[in-house]
């Protein structure tokens, strides 16, 4: 069974951020990507795959065999950083058995109708509803984008949103 050392809500999945902070903070030796829309796209997976520094292998799964992979093995073994594109992937994967109980929300990018709560983080109210969902289940919510930055709670978010 793998350790999760940390699952993460980014829409840019693999990034510098990621490689050069993250894994050192967390001591994860395995990504897991799990997104259905990069799965669709064999050359941008390609490129997440080559992002590996050395010594850190990277697996790329839809939501579905990312979840087969959880309820059959907990990942194998090392120690993971998991990562999902949007809370809509994680909700998804939470009702299919990942029952996770700490996730940290580092980027949601902007669009419409989307509000800045926390540095590069924004919400809709479809994301705000998903987070109260998770909360409700008992997942630990905290935002935060680099180590250095404090965290913040869910419930500090929501008053700025």
């Known amino acids: 069974m793998a350790t999760i050392a940390l699952c993460r809500v980014d829409s840019r999945l ?3 951020q990621v490689l050069t902070k993250w894994l050192g903070q967390s001591d994860a030796n395995r990504i897991i990507v799990a997104s ?3 799965i669709q796209d064999p050359f941008m997976k ?13 697996d790329c799964y839809g939501i579905e ?6 309820k ?17 992937s994680l909700l998804a994967a939470w ?12 980027g949601l990018g902007g669009g419409p109708k989307r509000k800045v709560v926390f540095q590069n983080i924004t919400l809709d109210a479809a994301d705000v509803e998903i ?27 929501l008053k700025k949103y």
């Open 72 to 88: 059959n093995s907990q990942f194998g073994k090392g120690n993971v950083l998991i990562l999902f594109g949007d809370l809509k």
């Open 95 to 106: 009702n299919k058995g990942f029952e996770i109980k700490k996730v940290q929300i580092g």
């Open 14 to 16: 693999i990034h510098g």
């Open 65 to 70: 065999e990312a979840c087969e992979h959880w």
């Open 46 to 58: 390609n490129i997440y795959m080559m992002a590996a520094p050395p010594g850190v292998e990277i």
């Open 131 to 157: 987070l109260k969902e998770l909360a409700a289940k008992g997942v630990e919510i905290y935002f935060q984008t680099i180590p250095e930055d404090t965290p913040q709670t869910l419930g500090q978010i």
């Open 36 to 38: 259905d829309m990069l």
